[in-house]
């Protein structure tokens, strides 16, 4: 990995590589060994690009694979919304740079024209001195091809546009982006509370969620004040969901 200076009077290193295993794993390791908040790793490739529970994330050349660390000063259950902040930079940058507003699936993924664009996956470690969270961030930049099982539900910027951009520019509007958002956002992140509802589609639409180990379908009424999604199954309990996935929006 080289050291980039995107950022003018940006204090916090930014480490790049053309290809690497993972940039969470990589940030984790800089992370246990004292790397300052605000430190970034970024690629245009992830040969081992890892998703949520535990599954593999495609991450072919193309894209934009970019993780961040914070050391947050508030309590694990407040620092698990950052993933929230982390989708909310990424649709700023993308908007900025692309001239595109991504949609955004509750919790953390980037939809564009109905496809996925862009996912998170958030990683934190707590002990009695302090934690760290790790927001990792894979965007579908210049993707040109997806293999046939992503074909129908993923997408890249390049191909939804017919325009590409330099990696460079995207990851110097993402990098400021997640900086200024944090440095905003507080314990709670009220103050992009409802800029994240104007830009989540979840709420009004049924869903298939996990349950139990199957899929049910249940109905998607709001974002709760804490990022939480309230549903409501359909003998009408209502309840908050504040972690998971959605398979799918009906």
């Known amino acids: 990995m080289r050291e980039l200076k995107l950022i ?3 204090k916090a290193p930014i480490y790049f590589a053309e290809s690497t295993d993972s940039t969470n794993t990589r940030l984790k390791e800089l992370a246990r060994q004292g790397a ?14 890892k998703g949520r529970l535990g599954r593999s994330f495609v991450s072919p050349p193309g894209g934009l694979y970019l993780s961040i660390l914070w050391r947050p000063e508030f309590s694990p ?13 990424a649709c700023a940058a993308i908007e900025e740079v692309w001239g595109v507003a991504p949609d955004i699936k509750w919790p953390n993924d980037l939809l564009l024209k109905g496809k996925k664009i862009s996912g998170i996956l ?3 470690a707590w002990q009695e001195t302090g934690g760290w969270v790790i927001v990792g961030t894979g965007i579908n930049a210049n993707t040109e091809s997806f293999p046939p099982p992503l074909q129908n539900i993923a997408s890249s910027l390049y191909l939804e546009t017919g325009r590409r951009i330099e990696p460079e520019k995207l990851m110097a509007a993402f990098i400021s982006r997640l900086d200024s958002v944090y440095r905003a956002w507080g314990e709670e992140g009220a103050p992009f509370l409802e800029e994240y509802r104007r830009r989540c589609i979840t709420p009004g639409r049924d869903i298939l969620i996990d349950h139990e180990g199957s ?10 004040d804490d990022y939480s999604l309230r549903i409501r199954w359909p003998e009408g309990r209502e309840e908050k969901k504040s972690f998971g996935e959605i398979f799918q929006l009906v």
Not at 36 to 48: F, I, L, N
Not at 77 to 89: T, V
């Open 122 to 124: 958030t990683e934190a």
């Open 36 to 49: 300052p908040h605000g430190t970034v790793v970024a690629a245009r490739e992830q040969t081992g690009g």
């Open 8 to 10: 003018e009077g940006r």
């Open 215 to 224: 899929r049910a379908r249940v109905h998607a009424l709001s974002v709760e």
């Open 77 to 89: 259950e407040k620092a698990a919304r950052l993933s929230c902040a982390g989708a909310l930079a």
